[in-house]
């Protein structure tokens, strides 16, 4: 058990020996999960001299046809270590080391106390605070400037891919902190990334990659956007309870219809008891609606949407969106009339150039 594998190699991080991590963890004391994963368990755990750590235990490669899977996440971890050797910032989140012997896989992370921001809007438990608005602005900030040093200020780029509420950390501060970059790509900027499986989390998906395999940059911008509206409304990105009342299962479509009808008290986490600025969720729903447009192209690259959560350039940027939905939600209106109204609208050639693809 205890034995060093000296088949993989992880670059200048840390090896840490495996006792010394059972002992952390009080042997894999199940009390000790912080989560579960498609390829095993994230502990909770205590180094010798007191250092906090997460700790990431592959299991998978004991169950059957599970070496394939294990050789598959190895290399995602490679890849991971790859990513963060070239990503170093204050909102990623950095890898301590690894421990690997014949039969265990770990890695070592900094222990992020106030867990996740999906957790914190959603999972808390009674007696943990609700995330203020200062702070989840805070976040929103943080986060956007960890994914604008991933896209603009790595040689190469990094692609994450798998944004999503739940891969941003906090830390003890409130602070935002990305992880998991095992879905992550380094980007040759010569060569078009297109991927044959899509990987990621539905809801935060940008139709773009879901249909066609290609991701890019202004992939994770989508799936940013949708962070942001979480943090807004607290909502998970896809809720089929929303059935009940209204046909828009995703938080994307629903947050749009209540902007449409200026409804913003009813866009805003009610945990935040009205306790927010007006002016701010405003600005934080159209930075959120520009992320996720439709078009890649037409989404703002992750730098632009730093400078408007720091209050430039989303005036515009705004207007430019508004026109473009206008126009969209007049010709969806009208092609619905010619229906509703049976202007023989299955033989009228306006309509049915009207409804073909754009």
């Known amino acids: ?20 991590l059972q002992l952390a963890m009080e042997n894999f004391n199940e009390k000790n999960i912080l989560g579960q994963g498609g390829f095993g368990k994230v502990y909770k755990g205590v180094l010798q001299d007191n250092t906090k750590v997460a700790v990431k235990r592959l299991t998978d490669f004991e169950t059957p046809g599970g070496d394939g899977a294990f050789q598959r996440e190895v290399e995602m ?5 790859e990513m963060i050797s070239v990503a170093v910032h204050r909102n990623l989140l950095r890898l301590i080391g690894f421990c690997t012997t014949p039969s265990e896989r ?13 957790y914190r809007l959603r999972e808390r438990k009674p007696e943990e605070p609700v995330l203020d608005w200062a702070t989840r602005k805070r976040v929103a900030l943080g986060a956007a400037r960890g994914l604008e040093y991933l896209h603009e200020h790595c040689n190469p780029k990094i692609i994450h891919r798998d944004v ?94 209540l902007e449409r009808e200026k409804r913003l008290d009813a866009i805003v986490d009610r945990n935040l008891n009205k306790n927010c600025n007006v002016q701010d969720v405003e600005m934080m729903i159209q930075v959120a609606l520009l992320c996720t447009q439709a078009s890649p192209e037409d989404r703002p ?16 940027r705004w207007e430019e969106w508004q026109h473009i939905e ?27 150039e009207l409804s073909g693809g754009r």
């Open 77 to 81: 971890i490679r890849r991971e270590v």
């Open 164 to 257: 999503k509420a739940a891969n941003v950390l906090l830390d003890e501060d409130f602070e935002a902190v990305v992880g998991d970059f095992g879905l992550a790509k380094l980007v040759d900027v010569r060569k078009t990334n297109v991927t044959t499986q899509v990987r990621g989390t539905m809801g935060h998906i940008a139709p773009e990659y879901s249909s066609t395999g290609k991701s890019s940059e202004r992939t994770d911008v989508f799936g940013y956007g949708i962070i942001i509206l979480e943090l807004v409304t607290g909502q998970r990105a896809i809720d089929f309870s929303r059935l009940e009342e209204e046909d828009d299962v995703l938080l994307l479509d629903h947050v749009k219809k």
């Open 106 to 118: 770990l890695l070592v992370y900094p222990f992020m106390p106030n867990l996740s921001v999906a």
């Open 326 to 352: 206008v126009t969209r939600r007049q010709e969806y209106e009208r092609l619905q009339r010619r229906f509703d109204w049976g202007e023989d609208s299955l033989y009228n050639q306006d309509a049915m």
């Open 1 to 20: 058990m205890g034995e060093v594998d000296r088949r993989i190699v992880f670059g200048q991080l840390k090896r840490f020996a495996y006792r010394e």
């Open 301 to 316: 690259a992750m730098s632009e949407v730093v400078r408007m959560l720091e209050g430039e350039v989303l005036a515009e």
